[in-house]
């Protein structure tokens, strides 16, 4: 009812939104690591202007895929894409993870690693806030693709869209996917947490969520409501994403041979 007669007064409705999201989440508009975060996002503005990049999902596809080739390659990486490090020889150039149930059980592990980190606003309990860690804007309400990330995000459902709108900040021009199986042997209502009863066949490995690792089920609808936001967008400015995915099920995107890629 209060809401309805604001409405109604010219000005006060905006005045009234940013009083409700001050209260809900004071620790983003007053805190330290909102505003240390913001000005490290603003570091990577158009770093990688032009250029291409590969977003690795954490499909069992990968397993079929010859990572060494991207060695040298500008590499989004996700959640426990790290344990793929020591088989690769080098890591990803970037870490993302928006999952606070991911990062309440492997913050310490995720945080460890060697490389610039973004991670969503609800993960920052759970991972040390060292110097090369940024955390992103609150997740929105509504389906929007960011050009701000550090004072507007979307997830979609999927760390993958985060990484398509960082990629798209920092000035990639074509994104590739890899490993974007979309396609889960667990079955279940979308985001309804699960524990791990076995090894799991949902990833590239078999303790990515294993037997007794509590995860959230995916929302496949959502994240292809993101994805073809995210190809609108990138195809607006001239952009492009591609699909590399050995197998995968996603048709959002146009399909290319991995190989003819090198």
Aim: aromatic share 12%; with cysteine; net charge positive.
């Amino acid at each position: 009812m209060l809401r309805g007669l604001i409405k109604k007064i010219p000005g006060v409705l905006s005045a009234y939104e940013t009083a409700r999201r001050l209260r809900a989440t004071p620790g983003w508009y007053l805190g330290a690591k909102r505003w240390q975060s913001a000005a490290r996002i603003a570091n990577f503005k158009d770093i990688h202007k032009g250029k291409r990049a590969f977003i690795l999902g954490n499909g069992p596809s990968l397993n079929k895929t010859d990572l060494t080739q991207l060695r040298g390659e500008i590499t989004f990486g996700s959640n426990r894409i790290y344990l793929l490090y020591p088989q690769l020889g080098f890591t990803t150039t970037y870490l993302t993870c928006v999952n606070p149930t991911v990062a309440e059980q492997f913050g310490a592990e995720m945080g460890a690693q060697p490389v610039p980190k973004f991670f969503g606003w609800l993960c920052r309990q759970h991972v040390p806030f060292t110097s090369d860690t940024a955390f992103l804007a609150p997740n929105a309400r509504q389906p929007q693709f960011s050009f701000t990330p550090q004072h507007v995000m979307w997830e979609g459902a999927t760390v993958t869209f985060v990484q398509m709108q960082l990629a798209f900040y920092m000035g990639v021009s074509e994104v590739i996917l890899i490993g974007v199986d979309h396609n889960f042997v667990a079955q279940g209502k979308p985001h309804e947490q699960v524990t791990a009863q076995t090894d799991d066949e949902n990833h590239f490995a078999p303790n990515y969520w294993g037997k007794g690792v509590r995860w959230d089920l995916p929302d496949l609808e959502t994240s292809e409501i993101a994805y073809g936001l995210a190809k609108i967008t990138y195809r607006a400015y001239r952009r492009r994403i591609v699909d590399a995915t050995l197998g995968g099920k996603l048709t959002v995107f146009e399909k290319v041979d991995y190989e003819s890629l090198f």
